[in-house]
């Protein structure tokens, strides 16, 4: 089975940039693995930012962009700001045609 | 605009079966699929399946597999998820989402506001 990875928690300062990533237990991403990157504060849906590796959704400020970064997708956020604290998830598309979502980063912005 | 509303919040007792539904709007409901994601309390999210609203095709995680049914009703553009067997680990927030596949993309957008199934005795 195979397991995404990701960082459970990241602090960033307001203001500064942060790299979030969505790794493999085994193997590298790879934009054929589609990741999406999805924002999630307490008590609400998740709001779709980033989706195939580096597309931005509708509405979502250029602060935040995707990637890859060496053998994982990854999450820039710059210029955090205080409503940027969420717990951020990615998830990859697999051959076999499922999806799988990573643990999920709690971001503190302090 | 579009918009995925789901029904309301269910308890359910060990053993027994339930039925979520997803009435979508604002777009043309055969040209997308749904996905359905679940989040225990406190937990991460879990990509249960998907369903073509085109061709009824689905694709389910292993973890659900045998247990769960995904439907589509193109005449109310509603999306239903059926869960049987139910068991206090499926207790959890349950999300549809539109999935779109196209030319070099695959992704979901818009999600419902999620319904919170319990399962106790």
């Known amino acids: 089975q195979t397991v995404v990875t990701q960082e459970p928690s990241f602090s960033v300062s307001p203001g500064g940039t942060v790299i979030l990533t969505c790794g493999l237990s085994?193997?590298?991403?790879?934009?054929?693995?589609?990741p999406s990157w999805y924002q999630q504060t307490p008590g609400q849906a998740p709001r779709t930012l980033i989706y195939?590796?580096?597309t931005r959704s509708p509405g979502v400020p250029d602060r935040f962009s995707g990637s890859i970064l060496g053998n994982k997708a990854a999450l820039t956020i710059a210029g955090a700001q205080a409503d940027d604290e969420s717990d951020y998830y990615c998830?990859?598309?697999?051959?076999?045609?499922?999806?799988?979502f990573g643990g999920g980063t709690k971001l503190t912005v302090l | 605009q579009v918009q995925l509303v789901q029904s309301g919040a269910e308890v359910k007792k060990p053993g027994a079966s339930v039925k979520v539904s997803c009435k979508a709007s604002?777009?043309?409901?055969?040209?997308?699929?749904i996905s359905w994601v679940r989040q225990a309390p406190g937990q991460g999210l879990e990509w249960m399946g998907c369903?073509?609203?085109?061709?009824?095709?689905?694709k389910y995680a292993q973890k659900v597999q045998g247990r769960v049914t995904m439907t589509t009703d193109t005449s109310t553009s509603t999306a239903y998820m059926e869960l049987r067997s139910l068991r206090s680990d499926d207790t959890a927030v349950y999300y549809c989402?539109?999935?779109?596949?196209?030319?070099?993309?695959?992704?979901?957008?818009?999600w419902g506001q999620g319904t919170l199934v319990t399962v106790s005795s």
């Open positions: 604002g777009y043309t409901f055969t040209t997308y699929g």
């Open positions: 195939s590796t580096n």
């Open positions: 085994s193997g590298s991403v790879s934009t054929s693995y589609y």
């Open positions: 369903i073509s609203a085109y061709n009824g095709n689905t």
């Open positions: 998830v990859l598309y697999m051959s076999s045609g499922i999806w799988v």
């Open positions: 989402a539109r999935d779109a596949v196209v030319p070099g993309a695959r992704y979901r957008d818009y």
